[in-house]
């Protein structure tokens, strides 16, 4: 450990420019892309395990220490196996690196294995990791069939004698499992809130990003049809996103409007993707070194900003013990270093400068703006058509940001908060570090830039000579000193702020309802009600479920009533929930040969002996 650390920091640093560090074989090697995720799984693992001091805290009464030291365990466990993920590329390795990773995350989803819910969510989390598992499985093997080797070193070799296509589809298809793609998607927003909120953000962070790194290996080493993988990353990545963020909306869980998210951005970082394999087919270099870089910075944005709203979330749910923002509200007076980490988290994932997430999504819209001028009909429509469809996306992501913050964190209580308190120092230092990296990429993109390059010019015939570079780090250069002015100027009003106060007592009053003091708590927006809008045009993405009893015209004096809303993942009633359901009443029909008699099981093998001997006579078998 103390090894890939070292290597890490010195990877980081940008010492090794192509540099690779192998064992003489090639079963193990650390390259740019490795030191890269080494670097984001240390960083998110270690302060999750910190985090997870405080916010396992109230469990010491609940659980056992064998309960505690299997769930520390796995922590570490976790840990380790990611690492050996990035840096083994002999097949049987990787995948046994793999399989140990899908374990370990397994083990710390059911850390309430008691309850039905959790239990049910870790069953299925684990099924669908072993179809993705497969997957993987038969991509090396149709490549070894043909090669020879047994792992990433002989997909290079393949896809440049053979039609890539299908094994790209067995591998995008295994690796978008672990990553979220729609509609592959359904065990993310199932697990993330089972699972305790550290391990949420270490899963959300960095362990679903597991699946973007094997999907990068694949995309190394492809070296033609650069238009159909676009294509296909582009089509599946723009679904994904658009659905992640509409989903996210509607959710009235706030780890699940978090989970949805991270769809959401996984959507991103493949349209980044797609967008780079398309500039590789229409020879335009500067989309493909934009597109590319906007990905991968957007995997270690998503790294930084993630986790820390994934412990704001933890945070609020040790304090109020609830997830359900119907319920929150006010929290900002409260609980005010979580307030402001989620709110600096919330600005970062929407794109607002001067935080991180701002300069991947810019670097994705400058190539395609750069690259709209000279193109054909066909290739004008695809870009403007994906600008369009990404601008859709942020904007719908301040709407769902929005909405998390302003009906968890602001307004008035909705439920009495008397004793919620700000969390401990344990839960809160390892967001302010996380914070710390979203405003250096934020306010220092130049050099996030030159960090990443490494990295992308792993990617085949990608062009990253510092002509190309140079529009866009003059570009991140004039960001710096626009964000350090407009941080100086915020910080000057604060600085003003408090001295003018400082001889003025201050009270503390209602939440200001302009003007109109009367309102009742109740009667503020829900979760439901803000988005409500929305629903009524986003039927097709979204089922959303009303339970409500519906009042007569005649109902002069009506009963008391309830009202119930939720929403329906539709992708997952169709690939998870509907087959799952034929194959039980499949199952509960060939359940009739069990009648529990043994003169029936008797009967049985007999006739599967003579069934045996049948075909043998015959010679089928």
Known sequence: MAFYTVVTAVGALGLFDTGLVNNGSS?????????????????VCVLTTVYSKGYLAPYMEKKNRSELAIHGAALVWLQVSMILVVTLREGFAFLAAWEAMTLASFVL?????????????GISYLIQMHVGFFLILAGFVVAYVKTGIFGFDGLSSYFATNNGIPVFLLFFLGFGLKAGFVPLHTWLPNAHPAAPSHVSGAMSGIMIKMGIYGLLRV???????????????LAVSLLTGVWGVVSAIVQKDLKKVLAYSSIENIGIIGIGLGLGFIGLHIQYP????????????????????????????????????TRNMNDLGGLIKKMPHTSLLFIVGAMAICALPPFNGFISELLIYVGMFD??????????????????????IGGLAVFAFSKAVGIAFLGAPRKPIDHVKE???????????????ILAIGLFPSIAVKLILPVVAQFPQVNTSTEL????????????????????????????????????????????????????????????????????????????????????KTDFFPHA?????????????????????????????AAILQTGHVQHYVLYALLFIVAILVLTYFKLI
């Open 219 to 233: 995309l190394f080493a492809m070296h033609s049809q650069y238009l159909e993988v676009g294509m296909i990353l």
């Open 423 to 437: 969390v401990s120092r344990w839960m809160l230092v390892p967001q302010y570090v996380l914070l710390a990296g």
């Open 27 to 43: 079963s193990v090697a650390i390259d740019p892309l490795s030191f890269l995720f080494i670097a984001a799984i240390n960083l």
């Open 371 to 392: 690259s709209l001028v000279g193109q054909s009909l066909r290739e004008t429509i695809l870009l403007i058509t994906s600008s369009m469809i990404l601008a859709l």
């Open 469 to 552: 570079l140079q529009p866009i780090l003059n570009t991140t250069s004039s960001i710096t000193w626009i964000s350090l002015a407009f941080v100086g100027f915020i910080a000057v009003i604060f600085f003003f702020r408090k001295k003018m106060q400082q001889d003025v007592i201050i009270t503390e009053g209602p939440t200001w309802g302009c003007g109109y003091s009367a309102v009742n708590a109740t009667q503020q927006y829900t979760s439901t009600s803000y988005a409500d809008s929305l629903i009524s045009i986003s039927k097709p993405l979204v089922k959303v479920t009303k339970d409500f009893e519906p009042l007569e």
């Open 286 to 321: 500067q989309l493909s070194l934009l597109a590319f870089a906007g990905a991968v910075l957007h995997i270690v944005n998503h790294s930084l900003f993630k986790p820390m709203l994934f412990m704001g979330a933890g945070s609020v749910y040790t304090a109020t013990h």
């Open 109 to 121: 989803v059911m850390f309430e294995a008691e309850k039905h819910e959790t239990f049910k969510v």
């Open 561 to 589: 009533t309830s009202f119930k809303t939720g929403s329906n993942d539709v992708f997952e009633e169709m690939v998870t929930v509907h087959p799952t359901n034929r194959l039980l009443k499949i199952i509960r029909k």
